[in-house]
């Protein structure tokens, strides 16, 4: 896709700033990389794309169970991190820079798949469906994590969209990202493409202290929160709204000095073609 037609541009480029920090969430999303990449069945030679990779997490899982990977996402910050894990972890990844709107590979490049919290915010559901199954060979499995709209972590996304600044007038709006953990939503968008498909469920969990620690931690490394309170600083009651908003949800999924969120896991196979003789 050119960019200068890509009505999201601007959108993407404010999500591409909005992430840029994400890496000290880091040890919150790396257990969950692992369920992910066991639930996908990822193997040994399996070629991989890990869509919105962020730091690598499950770029690296896979690629340390032996597949071959490839890593891309919208962020240079995160990439960055991500190449730092892989050395560490001394595994052999290509992560690039790039949209889940127009993946740079060929049709059929992959035997997997996969996402974790990442694809879930491409603007245009239907695009970015479409990209990762073309990029995914007939049989393939494609399979991601997404935050359920029901519980913390999809409750919050929704509280800061609501208060998130309107767009310039005539700009698209986004699809909201916590309707990729409706299992009914994602058995539309997938359709007839997909066969075998199938749904778990796993908890991430935060180590914290109190719900406190975990406000003041989100107001500090949360780039969609840093960005609604920057945009309502001179709103003081409105900034004190939120804040008891967000408390209350962490203090409804915190338990034993941890947060717990719960997610859902998608995995499904691409139909191949018929040959009709």
């Given at each position: 896709?050119?960019?200068?037609?890509?009505?999201?541009?601007?959108f993407?480029?404010m999500?591409?700033?909005?992430w840029a920090?994400?890496?000290v969430?880091?040890a919150?999303?790396?257990?969950p990389a692992?369920d992910?990449?066991?639930?996908?069945?990822v193997?040994?030679n399996?070629?991989v794309?890990?869509v919105g990779?962020?730091?690598?997490?499950?770029?690296?899982?896979?690629?340390?169970?032996?597949?071959?990977?490839?890593?891309?996402?919208?962020?240079?910050?995160?990439?960055?991190?991500?190449?730092?894990?892989?050395?560490v972890?001394?595994v052999d990844?290509?992560?690039r820079?790039?949209?889940v709107?127009?993946?740079?590979?060929?049709?059929?490049?992959?035997?997997?798949v996969?996402?974790?919290?990442?694809?879930m915010?491409g603007?245009?559901?239907?695009v970015?469906?479409?990209?990762?199954?073309?990029?995914?060979?007939?049989?393939?499995?494609?399979?991601?994590?997404t935050?359920?709209?029901?519980?913390?972590?999809g409750?919050l996304f929704?509280?800061?969209a609501?208060?998130?600044?309107p767009?310039?007038?005539?700009?698209p709006t986004?699809?909201?990202?916590?309707q990729?953990?409706?299992p009914n939503?994602?058995?539309?968008?997938?359709?007839?493409a997909?066969s075998?498909?199938?749904?778990d469920?796993?908890?991430?969990?935060a180590?914290?202290?109190?719900?406190?620690h975990?406000?003041?931690?989100?107001?500090?490394?949360f780039?969609?929160l840093m960005k609604?309170l920057?945009?309502?600083?001179s709103?003081?009651?409105?900034?004190?709204?939120?804040?008891?908003?967000?408390?209350?949800?962490?203090?409804q999924?915190f338990?034993?000095?941890?947060m717990?969120?719960?997610?859902?896991?998608?995995?499904a196979?691409?139909?191949t073609?018929?040959?009709i003789?």
């Amino acid at each position: 896709m050119n960019a200068n037609q890509d009505p999201f541009i601007q959108f993407k480029a404010m999500q591409r700033e909005t992430w840029a920090d994400f890496a000290v969430n880091e040890a919150f999303t790396t257990p969950p990389a692992a369920d992910l990449v066991l639930f996908a069945g990822v193997a040994p030679n399996e070629t991989v794309l890990d869509v919105g990779c962020g730091t690598g997490v499950v770029a690296v899982t896979a690629a340390r169970v032996g597949a071959k990977v490839k890593g891309l996402d919208l962020t240079p910050a995160l990439l960055e991190r991500a190449r730092q894990n892989a050395a560490v972890a001394r595994v052999d990844i290509e992560f690039r820079e790039g949209d889940v709107e127009s993946l740079p590979y060929a049709d059929g490049s992959f035997d997997v798949v996969l996402s974790q919290f990442g694809h879930m915010f491409g603007p245009r559901p239907e695009v970015t469906t479409a990209e990762m199954l073309r990029v995914l060979r007939p049989g393939g499995r494609i399979a991601f994590s997404t935050w359920p709209p029901e519980h913390g972590m999809g409750r919050l996304f929704a509280l800061l969209a609501k208060n998130m600044p309107p767009p310039p007038a005539g700009a698209p709006t986004p699809a909201p990202p916590v309707q990729w953990g409706d299992p009914n939503i994602v058995r539309t968008r997938l359709g007839d493409a997909v066969s075998d498909l199938r749904f778990d469920r796993g908890v991430a969990i935060a180590p914290t202290l109190s719900p406190l620690h975990t406000l003041l931690f989100l107001e500090t490394t949360f780039g969609p929160l840093m960005k609604v309170l920057a945009a309502i600083q001179s709103q003081p009651e409105r900034v004190a709204t939120i804040r008891a908003e967000i408390l209350g949800l962490v203090s409804q999924v915190f338990a034993g000095n941890a947060m717990r969120q719960p997610f859902l896991m998608t995995r499904a196979s691409k139909k191949t073609t018929e040959v009709i003789p």
